[in-house]
């Protein structure tokens, strides 16, 4: 059974730390005052903003003793990652779990952070929650539903949401543990201990800025590792800022997908508001989930335990 660390009340803390990529501490305040404002308490890691002057928050060492001291805390019952870009990997099998296993808290985040849900989830079976990380509260963003679907996520809200159909979509019902994130990181997993785990599982995917072959070697990566397999159901996020080659590759990114998975029996939905855009919804990953892919409307339901 997976474990749900506990929902947060006012008054709790929620730390923030940069565990991959640098960020500067003045693109965190909007985030900050927005948690104060949620009723939270914040306590900020020496990773965000700190003397970094490469591409890294800081050394491996650095950035593993950041998280690991936010994770050991008593007083911190979240962990908000201020941003992602690369670098968890690097530091994921020198974090001690110990005490987090005992005593969970949720680690929020996306894009390389999906590292950390996968890892979690794969090894603890302790829920997680991908969503908008600091970045996402700027230019208003704080007001918008995605960033709103974290604090009624944290709140301990069961969420459901809803999308259009897409002409991709394959229709049906399915239930079962939500797992996922972004797509190069999940192949760039396979064969290491934080591995997804996707067998009668929900699995949900999305990318950013790569090229559109990379997209087709990623995914049939995941089909060989027979990842694609046993799915109960295959949800396809948004894939931003692609590219493609001088000559092109010939198919965009949801043609490449439909290619790959259009023999597969199981509801699949397409363009769902995950992404690293600005539509994307607080997802918990490991939590048990309803897709219903009808022919005009999309919905996705947390099912209480």
Not at 12 to 38: R, S
Not at 110 to 120: E, L, P, R
Not at 203 to 209: A, N, S, T, V
Request: charged share 25%; net charge negative.
């Amino acid at each position: 059974m997976i474990t749900i660390p506990p929902y947060l009340k006012p008054g709790d803390t929620i730390g923030i730390v940069c565990p991959a990529g640098y960020m500067p501490y003045d693109k965190a305040e909007v985030c900050i005052n927005t948690l104060l404002q949620w009723g939270y308490k914040v306590k900020v890691g020496k990773t965000l903003g700190g003397g970094s002057t490469n591409y890294f928050s800081g050394t491996d060492e650095e950035r593993l003793n950041d998280f690991q001291q936010m994770l050991d805390d008593k007083e911190v019952k979240a962990i908000l990652c201020g941003r992602g870009g690369y670098g968890v990997s690097r530091i994921i099998d020198d974090v001690d779990f110990k005490h987090f296993e005992k005593h969970p808290k949720w680690i929020i985040g996306f894009s390389d952070i999906t590292v950390f849900h996968s890892h979690i989830y794969a090894n603890y079976k302790i829920a997680s929650i991908h969503s908008p990380m600091a970045a996402a509260f700027n230019d208003e963003g704080y007001k918008n539903e995605y960033v709103l679907s974290l604090k009624e996520t944290l709140e301990g809200k069961a969420m459901q949401y809803a999308c259009p159909a897409h002409e991709f979509n394959k229709t049906g019902t399915a239930s079962g543990e939500l797992v996922g994130g972004n797509l190069a990181l999940l192949a760039h997993l396979i064969g290491s201990k934080s591995e997804v785990k996707t067998k009668n599982r929900i699995l949900f995917i999305e990318d950013i800025g790569e090229y559109t072959y990379n997209i087709d070697r990623m995914m049939l990566q995941l089909k060989r590792a027979g990842k694609l397999d046993e799915l109960a159901g295959l949800i396809i996020g948004g894939f931003t800022d692609m590219k493609d080659t001088t000559r092109p590759f010939g198919k965009t990114v949801f043609e490449i997908i439909q290619d790959i998975v259009k023999d597969y029996k199981y509801p699949i939905c397409f363009d769902f508001p995950v992404s690293h855009d600005t539509k994307n919804y607080a997802l918990k990953v490991g939590a048990e989930y309803e897709l219903k892919v009808g022919d005009n409307e999309v919905k996705l339901r947390e099912i209480e335990s």
